[in-house]
């Protein structure tokens, strides 16, 4: 029997907590989404005057974060002509983000969920997402 380690509510909302600070800290309202480790929506906040189009953005991103295993911004690194996840972008019916600001959670080496940003640049996003990890390993006590 396999066993399978995912996060809870609370521990989402500690993820979109820690999002939310970074996000006031650079002045951008983002949409901000968390997924357990298959990349199914347990927790979504789109801040006052978050980009409409960043809703779905930022879903895929936590998506692709926690069911890929791996940031988005790594795959837009390999996802070029030439290598060989050229075109993994159009999978999963869409899905699969490659623009940065995706993660996995990762809890004792074992990925239990994923973080998605959405509504500043993929640096700016990816910046956000940096944090609120950094914010939920702090706040929980967690070990990546």
């Known amino acids: 029997m396999i066993e399978i380690k995912r996060l809870s509510v609370e521990e989402a909302d500690i993820l979109i907590e820690g999002a ?11 949409c901000i989404a968390v997924t357990d480790e298959s990349g199914h929506l347990i927790a979504f906040r789109r801040m ?13 991103k936590a998506f692709t ?4 295993r791996k940031p988005t911004h790594v795959y837009n690194q390999l996802c070029v002509s030439g290598q060989p996840t050229f075109g ?18 990762t809890v004792d080496g074992v990925i239990v969920g ?3 940003i959405s509504s500043g640049t993929a640096k700016e996003d990816q910046e956000v997402g940096e944090a609120a990890l950094q914010y939920f390993y702090q706040k929980t006590g967690y070990q990546a």
Do not use: C, E, W, Y
């Open 20 to 30: 939310q600070q970074s996000s006031l800290r650079l002045a951008i309202p983002m």
């Open 48 to 60: 006052d005057d978050g980009k409409i189009t960043s809703i779905s953005i930022a879903i895929d």
């Open 65 to 68: 974060g926690a069911a890929a």
């Open 88 to 105: 993994i972008h159009i999978t999963n019916g869409g899905h699969f983000s490659i623009i940065g600001g995706g993660f996995p959670v």
């Open 114 to 116: 994923g973080i998605g």
